[in-house]
């Protein structure tokens, strides 16, 4: 029950782990920064203005993702719970 407690008092927080120590997720940043620094040099103050909407849109499209993706693993490996507990 540790964890659940954990949970509970906020020691735990799932929105908080990340995967960007990856190597993967780090490249895929870093060239994602570059790209958006290059566009930012040669874009209009309007262009500009519009990738950054477009940034925000992305980005609250990601965080609907990853919590619905938690949601459904989460559910997941409750169902999988109550199948153990069936078989006994």
């Known amino acids: 029950m540790n964890t659940i407690q954990d949970l509970y008092y906020g020691r735990i927080s799932p929105y908080e782990m990340s ?3 990856t190597p993967e ?3 895929l940043k870093a060239l994602a ?3 958006e620094g290059v ?3 040669i874009l209009s103050d309007e262009q500009k203005e519009l990738l950054e909407k477009l940034t925000v ?3 609250d499209i990601s965080s609907i993702s990853e919590r619905d993706m938690f949601i459904a693993g989460f559910r997941l490996g409750m169902k999988m719970m109550m199948d153990v507990m069936k078989d006994e």
């Open 19 to 21: 995967i960007s120590a």
């Open 25 to 27: 997720y780090q490249k």
């Open 33 to 35: 920064d570059r790209n």
């Open 39 to 41: 566009l930012r040099e």
């Open 57 to 59: 849109c992305m980005t």
